[in-house]
Structures are given as C-alpha cells and as structure tokens.
C-alpha cells in the first residue's frame, strides 16, 4: 500500500519561506513522477509543481521563479521549496504519485495521494 506523508507546513510572514516534504512508502518511489498540488478554501485544487522521475520539473505560472521541486530518491522524499511567500499561497498542499514517469498536469492521473499540509502565509 502506498503512503505519503507531508509535513513542513504552518504559519509564514509574507516574504518568509517554508519547505514541505513528502515521504513515500510502499511504491518504488524512483520511477514514478511526483506532484504538488494545493488547494486554498473556497476554490479548486491545482497544480504547483511536477518533477518526473529523471528529475525534470514543471511549475504554475504563479509560483515560478520562487517555488522549486526536488526529490531525493534515496530518501523517497520529496520537497517543495517556498520561497517569497505571498497570502494568496495559503493553501492545504498536497503530494502525489504519478502512474508513471512523466508525470502530467491532469489530476487525475495521480494514484496515490497524502493527506495535506496547511500553509498560512499571514502577518
């Protein structure tokens, strides 16, 4: 049975930084494609960033250039590195497994999914 569980959430000043992880169990974690998505009350969960398992990497417009997804396969980790942090960033993040080793940005070709950290970005 496949886990994932997050940690690394919680409370940020505007501007502060935060690193989520991912750990994965019972999956051979280096061959599939990983995911972060986010969803913030009231809307539709989203796309953050995606890295294959070659370690390529995809991220939404809004958190280019301060968000970086990474994967250490020997740990079957993956992080998500926030920096610059905006209130509009205020979300439950979510990891997930991809079915294969591309990864996508359609949600539902993520099988396996953790049950969220909160991130409040709040003066």
């Known amino acids: 049975q496949v886990q994932l569980v997050e940690s690394g959430g919680g409370l940020v000043q505007p501007g502060g930084s935060l690193r989520l992880s991912c750990a994965a169990s019972?999956?051979?974690?280096?061959?599939?494609?990983m995911g972060w998505y986010r969803q913030a009350p009231g809307k539709q969960r989203e796309l953050v960033a995606t890295?294959?398992?070659?370690?390529?990497?995809l991220y939404a417009d809004s958190v280019k250039g301060r968000f970086t997804i990474s994967r250490d396969n020997a740990k079957n980790t993956v992080y998500l590195q926030m920096n610059s942090l905006k209130p509009e960033d205020t979300a439950v993040y979510y990891c997930?497994?991809?079915?294969?080793?591309?990864?996508?940005?359609?949600?539902?070709?993520?099988?396996?999914w953790g049950q969220g950290t909160q991130v409040t970005v709040s003066s």
């Open positions: 019972g999956s051979i974690f280096s061959i599939y494609a």
């Open positions: 890295i294959t398992s070659g370690g390529s990497t």
């Open positions: 997930a497994q991809h079915r294969s080793v591309y990864g996508s940005q359609k949600e539902d070709t993520y099988d396996y």
